[in-house]
């Protein structure tokens, strides 16, 4: 019988609620054949905050796991032999600190710290340019980035200290060449940033343990070639630019969660084979398969996934890797022609685009570029679907269809019970009762002298997490040294040249803007930690082509600053972006704040992933509309804020 190839890695992105929780869930899915971890923890673990922080309220538990501490790290993997698994942690400006809580549950379970496998994001450019969880300004990010993988070669040899993460660059509207390109020149940056701190001979095994998490789209053929051009393109930087003689450290090393951006509300069990047709693209071709996948549940874009969902998307994995042949043969696309033109232009596209970076002076002198071109290419992106050139069946065609019948009692999704914030902040107050005071505050300064100073902030970051520190705390030390940053938003103030079609639109603006006395005023707001800024960035870039005046100013922001901002940009329709399920006690804060500001004549509307039920309790909060991902016409958006500012429609109602 032919020698199967091992198969790759199979994971499920998962963490929700608590520790205990997402523990029980890690042990389930490892007795149905799960091979490795990979870690969801929530916006404010992601961004810094203990859950009892004012910015933390609604999200604590939403979209993964809270950790605020070393007890809820144990918790995390308890019964689960650390010194026995890979794991995978989606952290970026937190890394250290939740690396070094690993480490010290690894240490407590009596584990061989040098022999762990796994991995943490730890990519901060990316989180500029599309995801939003940073915390510190570029060049400091990109210091601590440096010091995990530092202190990763010499004690933690076999852990990937890096993923160079286009995920979310894609999700962002990224066309393969900008993919491509954007993901290279964050590695080398921080290759560059690595290379002075590492002796010569070893700097070689340092790139060998870079690795990268990709996105697969629906454009199989083309992600594969995509695939394709990343393999020879890091060869050829390892090889070029590095010097790395040793075939064997230029591998192109990746993991792959497949898009979760073309997944659809409208008809979602379509997307069960959206998600098998994007495997292919990372699994087909021998000499790019990723080494690890992880596939979205079909329901992601209504909800958190259930149990069953995760285990319907495992086994599709475990079907490919073990029911069909393809373990069995060697690359099934050498020496297609068609393939190979493919990748050639790609390859092509992407190195003008690294030239053009470079000129710029790298990755962190040209995030501001990269965050427009970003914005640029997601609208066209949406443009074409509006348009009906690019075709998404049951969304702007072949919509009629049968109800689902994955939809029924539960509506299809797991919620997270609210008392979970409470209990989570609960357990976080005892923690803090019974550790040593004197102990925490001796830690965090030697943690700030050592950020003060310049010294890697890994061991420093051990001893708090063995002390007690919260990960507020932690954070707290990052931002005192370092400061805070606000990332570029990529929306520009002037109008772009897509314009198309938008005629009837601007006039009607500027009827109305007439009847008001100035020019409609539109505030786009991001209340809470959610950092997914695609959806409210095409509303501002819209809304400005369309001719208003219109007020972003990104992430992360409290409802008392956007009503505060409603009040001083006299404001005529207030929209809100929410995709972390925290739009509840967001929106309701925000209302009651706008009434006590006299500001209740304004009109909201928000936008986000909203069950039914969840969009009539907003509406009866006095929200005048709710907008989900079936939504997809702005232009319809466009016309319903228009029809909320003119003073003519207000007076008829």
């Not at 890091?234 to 075939?247: A, F, H, L, S």
């Not at 949406?382 to 049951?394: D, P, Q, S, Y």
């Amino acid at each position: 019988m032919t020698e199967k190839d091992r198969p790759w890695l199979i994971r499920t992105y998962a963490g929700h609620s608590t520790a205990a929780a997402s523990n029980a869930l890690y042990r389930a899915n490892l007795a149905k054949g799960q091979t490795g971890l990979s870690v969801a923890f929530d916006l404010p673990t992601q961004t810094g905050y203990d859950s009892d922080h004012v910015l933390a309220r609604g999200e604590v538990g939403k979209v993964g796991v809270p950790v605020s501490h070393l007890g809820d790290m144990r918790t995390l993997f308890d019964d689960i032999p650390l010194e026995k698994m890979n794991t995978s942690m989606t952290i970026n400006a937190t890394a250290p600190w939740l690396l070094a809580l690993y480490i010290a549950v690894a240490e407590d379970q009596g584990a061989d710290v040098s022999a762990l496998q796994g991995t943490v994001q730890n990519d901060l450019i990316k989180e500029y340019l599309s995801r939003g969880t940073y915390i510190c300004p570029p060049a400091p990010s990109l210091k601590m980035i440096a010091d995990v993988a530092e202190y990763c070669y010499t004690n933690v040899p076999k852990w990937n200290p890096m993923n160079v993460c286009s995920y979310h660059l894609q999700e962002a509207g990224a066309t393969p060449e900008q993919e491509l390109a954007f993901a290279l020149a964050t590695a080398t940056a921080v290759l560059d940033a690595l290379k002075p701190r590492i002796a010569p001979e070893d700097f070689p095994a340092v790139v060998g343990r870079i690795s990268f998490f990709v996105n697969a789209g629906i454009r199989f053929v083309t992600e594969m070639c995509k695939m394709r051009a990343f393999v020879d393109l890091w060869d050829e930087i390892c090889e070029k630019r590095y010097g790395v003689t040793d075939p064997k450290y230029r591998r192109f090393r990746y993991g792959v969660q497949v898009n979760s951006l073309g997944l659809t509300e409208q008809q979602p069990e379509n997307n069960v084979y959206r998600i098998l047709i994007e495997m292919l693209a990372v699994t087909l071709s021998k000499k790019a398969r990723a080494r690890a996948v992880q596939l979205p549940a079909w329901n992601e874009a209504l909800g958190l996934p259930r149990p069953w969902d995760q285990q319907w998307s495992m086994r599709m994995q475990q079907i490919m890797a073990y029911e069909t042949d393809l373990l069995e043969f060697d690359d099934l696309f050498d020496g297609n022609p068609a393939v190979d033109a493919k990748v050639e232009a790609l390859k092509d596209g992407a190195r003008q685009e690294l030239n053009q970076l470079d000129a710029m002076g790298g990755a962190i002198a040209a995030i501001d570029y990269m965050k427009a071109q970003l914005v640029t290419s997601n609208a066209e992106r949406l443009g074409r679907i509006e348009r009906g050139e690019t075709v998404v069946v049951g969304v702007n065609k072949y919509q009629a269809g049968e109800p689902s019948p994955l939809m029924t009692g539960d509506g299809g999704i797991m919620v997270v019970d609210p008392a979970v914030e409470q209990e989570q902040i609960d357990r976080l107050e005892a923690w803090r009762d019974g550790r040593d005071a004197d102990a925490v505050t001796t830690a965090l300064a030697d943690l700030r002298r050592a950020a003060a100073d310049g010294q890697n902030v890994m061991p420093a970051s051990i001893a708090c997490a063995k002390a007690g520190v919260t990960t507020g705390e932690w954070a707290a030390q990052m931002r005192a040294v370092h400061g805070e940053y606000r990332g570029p938003t990529g929306v520009s103030a002037s109008q772009s040249n897509m314009t198309e079609g938008l005629d009837e639109l601007r006039d009607a603006v500027d009827m109305v803007s007439d009847r008001l006395g100035r020019r409609l005023r539109f505030l786009v707001g991001k209340p809470g930690l959610d950092g997914h800024s695609n959806g409210a960035e095409q509303i501002a870039v819209r809304a400005r082509d369309c001719g208003m005046d219109i007020a972003y100013e990104g992430i992360r922001l409290t409802p008392e600053e956007i009503v505060a901002a409603a009040r001083e940009d006299g404001a005529h329709v207030v929209g809100l972006s929410i995709l972390s399920g925290s739009h509840i006690p967001l929106v309701e804060d925000l209302m009651h704040r706008m009434q006590a500001a006299g500001l209740g004549h304004i009109p909201v509307i928000v936008g986000g992933i909203i069950p039914d039920d969840d969009a009539e309790r907003l509406r009866t909060l006095g929200v005048a509309r709710v907008y989900t991902p079936k939504d997809f016409e702005l232009n319809t958006i466009m016309t319903d804020i228009i029809t909320l500012a003119d003073p003519q429609s207000v007076a008829a109602e």
